[in-house]
């Protein structure tokens, strides 16, 4: 069994010059005979429009003149003024100078009375590699400190220091801040 004819193959059976094989393949399909009988059509169609006659050998000759008249009739366009090749450099200055004034004017000094990260962060490790006899010593204490109230640990001073709680919080990531805000609500309900 062979295939249909392929687009190359319709062409050659329009122009005589289909192979023996294929055109029996042809004879004996429907299908293709459809096909070249609908190809034949749009043929037939497009001969009557006739061939399209080339242009006058003096075209080009003329074209090329036309179009040398037509761009020295435009003039060209001239140097621009001074101050329009100086805008663009003066207004990129302008913009850094904006930039270098803001990042003075809203920088911060540095905080002395802050711990560093590098020590917060040294306590935070410390605290979480405690052993189980400092384990029990801090449940006792904590157990021991249960009973004070705010006001008697504010004057044994027991509590931490708000600025360098707020600036251990000021350096927290979103994603920490979040986990400490989940953090301190488990606790508060777990005390109600």
Same mark, same amino acid.
């Given at each position: 069994m062979s295939t249909h004819l392929r687009s190359q193959?319709?062409?050659?059976a329009l122009d005589g010059t289909l192979a023996v094989d294929r055109l029996e393949h042809l004879d004996g399909c429907e299908a293709c005979r459809?096909?070249?009988?609908?190809?034949q059509?749009?043929?037939? !169609?497009?001969? &009557?429009?006739g061939a399209v006659p080339d242009p006058s050998p003096l075209f080009?000759?003329?074209?090329?003149?036309?179009v040398r008249h037509a761009?020295?009739? !435009?003039?060209? &366009?001239?140097?621009a003024p001074w101050w329009q090749s100086l805008w663009r450099p003066a207004a990129a200055f302008a913009a850094?100078?904006?930039v270098v004034a803001l990042m003075l004017v809203t920088r911060t000094p540095p905080r002395e009375d802050v711990a560093p990260v590098d020590q917060i962060a040294l306590d935070t490790t410390a605290a979480d590699q405690l052993s189980d006899e400092s384990?029990?010593?801090?449940a006792f204490l904590s157990a021991a400190a249960s009973d004070l109230s705010w006001e008697e640990a504010r004057a044994a001073d027991l509590t931490p220091r708000a600025r360098v709680v707020d600036s251990a919080i000021e350096r927290l990531t979103p994603a920490q801040r979040a986990e400490l805000v989940k953090l301190i609500r488990e606790d508060l309900r777990s005390m109600e």
């Open positions: 193959e319709f062409v050659d459809m096909e070249l009988a609908g190809v059509s749009v043929m037939t !169609d497009v001969r &009557p429009a080009w000759d003329h074209f090329s003149e036309r761009t020295a009739a !435009d003039p060209l &366009p001239g140097p850094v100078a904006a384990e029990s010593s801090l």
